[in-house]
């Protein structure tokens, strides 16, 4: 029963910020872990960083050190601030629960890093 929304995605240079928000159907009732995942053209879909539901953060070694995972759960948004992106950052970005939900996945965002 829980959708989410992904949004926030745009053409940046590198070098260049920005910030994903992943907004969550009013219908859960029990705020666990959440978690970004992206998939580039001709790739899987893999994990990016998640939040356990104690609001710790976890990221993936790719990433380390250029994002930034949060979350507002009154708000029943998630946030990812994205630093120094790089061409190897294009993807299209997703948001979810852990474990995976698969009904909830969302259109997700599109990022394009790109001069």
């Known amino acids: 029963q829980v959708q989410f929304v992904e949004s926030g995605g745009r053409l940046v240079q590198p070098g260049w910020s920005l910030r994903l928000s992943c907004a969550a159907s009013l219908r859960i009732v029990r705020i666990g872990a959440w978690g970004w995942y992206r998939q580039a053209p001709g790739k899987q879909r893999e994990s990016v960083a998640s939040i356990t539901g104690g609001g710790s953060p976890n990221y993936a070694d790719f990433v380390k050190g250029r994002v930034a995972v949060s979350r507002d759960s009154a708000k029943y948004t998630m946030y990812l601030q994205m630093n120094n992106r790089k061409p190897e950052d294009t993807a299209v970005y997703y948001c979810?629960?852990?474990?995976?939900?698969?009904?909830?996945w969302g259109q997700g965002t599109q990022v394009t890093v790109s001069s």
């Open positions: 979810n629960t852990d474990p995976i939900r698969v009904g909830a």
